[in-house]
């Protein structure tokens, strides 16, 4: 979040960071390769103006 505020000059307000650990998953968490994918950031852009 800091990073995206400070070098892209965008407002706070407009940034928030949800962490979900282990209840989003995307593969399985049973060996390394799965917990290797799971480890992962997500940004998703979206627009409310309309």
């Known amino acids: 979040m800091t990073h995206l505020i400070k070098q892209f000059s ?3 307000q407009q940034v928030e960071a949800k962490g979900v650990g ?3 998953p995307i ?8 917990q290797k ?3 992962r950031v997500e940004l ?3 627009s ?3």
């Open 44 to 46: 998703v852009i979206r």
């Open 22 to 24: 282990e209840y989003s």
């Open 10 to 12: 965008i407002a706070a």
């Open 48 to 50: 409310d103006n309309k």
């Open 27 to 34: 593969a399985n968490n049973l060996d390394e390769a799965g």
């Open 37 to 39: 994918q799971n480890r």
